[in-house]
């Protein structure tokens, strides 16, 4: 193959893939220095004139012309006979420039190069595809859905790129078809091997805190802060939110008239319940916004053991636990403390690690997980509902139940 046609198959390949001049000539020089240090031993004496745009390339070899018979180094020396071969007036001591062709390294040679600078172009490929997204990383993004896998959906960029869509960072709810558009976050990207993995998620509450940068005008300006983000996906989620400027009011701008802003999110998200709620330093005050819808009577804290016991009336129990216990948890993540929950007017409760010797940890942890620390709160539900809201089973409620009833008559 003559050294113009190699250049001319790559030009077109570099066209496809948009790689800048500079970027092609390193290339190109790197490849073939590997293909004169296998082929010579060293590239040390060659000079490599590259033109990409014109597809020329010139390899030329520099040899010291020695006296016949005195050549030990084949690849740096030349014997004089063969120097005045190339020019008459060669002598002793003098360098001499001979230019290499392709067709001179050998047909294996040629193959191996032409392999070789593939492999180089979708090294620099996958680079710079890596670099580009390690930079949208916690940004969100759009892709197609180009093939569905039963823990993944393959997802392809404009530009052909593939973004993995795992299962467990999709929402419950979350159904897609070939064809459609995707949004997410670029939630990481490494690289493996050579290949970059770029993994989207739409469960992450990074996700939910972009979307109100590109929903929310006052968020992207600057003037409303997002201060926190907690969420179960295509459950429940609140947002604290913040204002330096008195004249906002950072929840009702978020939330707007009926909804009318928070909508296409909550719509975005499988119709996730969304609380926005005012950011506080008073942690008293943030436990109880953190607990709405419920109405809070008192909070006392722990600063130490990073515990919250809060009193509420009887009928605002259920509302500040949410529906599998999933308002009470995300208030604890939002506001950093175990949020335990007694109800005013009832005298006498126990809280349900006083049982331990009698109820197992993990049956304990299983109440705990949907808001239920306390003997009454557990009494005060319906068996079915306790089956339905935990892993237990029937039989284990039930025992529960008696036990707690015992000791509360005792």
């Known amino acids: 193959m003559e050294n113009i046609a190699l250049i001319e198959s790559f030009s077109e390949f570099k066209d496809d893939k948009f790689i800048d001049r500079v970027t092609l000539m390193a290339i190109l020089e790197d490849v073939f220095r590997n293909a004169l240090k296998k082929k010579f031993g060293s590239d040390d004496n060659f000079d490599i004139i590259i033109n990409p745009d014109k597809g020329d390339l010139e390899i030329w070899r520099n040899r010291t012309v020695v006296e016949d018979g005195e050549v030990e180094d084949e690849n740096e020396e030349i014997s004089l006979i063969e120097a005045q071969k190339i020019e008459p007036d060669f002598e002793v001591g003098e360098d001499v420039s001979e230019e290499v062709k392709l067709i001179d390294l050998g047909r294996r040679a040629i193959l191996a190069l032409r392999q070789n600078l593939i492999s180089k172009i979708h090294e620099h490929d996958n ?13 969100i993004y759009t892709a197609e859905v180009h093939h569905i896998r039963h823990k993944a959906i393959i997802l392809l960029d404009d530009e ?50 972009q979307l109100f940068f590109q929903e929310i005008p006052e968020v ?51 119709n996730e319940n969304i609380d926005v709620i005012n950011w506080t330093a008073n ?24 515990t919250a016991q809060v009193y509420l009336k009887p009928e605002e129990v259920s509302k500040a636990i949410g529906r599998g216990g999933h308002n009470i948890r995300l208030a604890g993540q939002l506001t950093g403390y175990e949020i335990d929950v007694f109800r005013e007017g009832v005298e006498e409760d126990v809280e349900l690690t006083e049982f331990k010797d009698e109820i197992d940890a993990w049956i304990i942890e299983e109440f705990k997980k949907i808001g239920m620390d306390t003997a009454r709160s557990v009494l005060e539900q319906d068996v079915n509902d306790l089956v339905k809201r935990t892993d237990l089973e029937e039989e284990t409620i039930v025992e529960v139940v008696r036990i707690l009833k015992e000791e509360l008559e005792d």
């Open 220 to 270: 992207f300006d600057g003037l409303i802060t997002v201060k926190k983000v907690v969420r179960i996906p295509g459950e429940k989620a609140k947002v604290a939110v913040d204002s330096y400027d008195d004249r906002i009011d950072p929840v009702g701008a978020c939330v707007g008239m009926k909804g009318s802003r928070i909508h296409g999110i909550v719509r975005e998200l499988g």
């Open 160 to 209: 052909g790129n593939e973004i993995i869509l795992p299962k467990d960072r999709q929402i419950p709810s979350d159904f897609f078809r070939k064809g459609d558009n995707v949004r997410g976050i670029i939630e990481s990207v490494e690289l493996k091997g050579a290949k970059p993995s770029i993994i989207m998620s739409r469960s992450s509450p990074k996700f939910l805190e």
């Open 283 to 306: 942690p008293q005050l943030l436990v109880t916004r953190a607990l709405s819808p419920a109405r809070v009577s008192s909070v006392k804290l722990n600063d130490e053991k990073m």
């Open 127 to 139: 680079t710079t595809i890596y670099k580009h997204f390690k930079e949208l990383e916690g940004e």
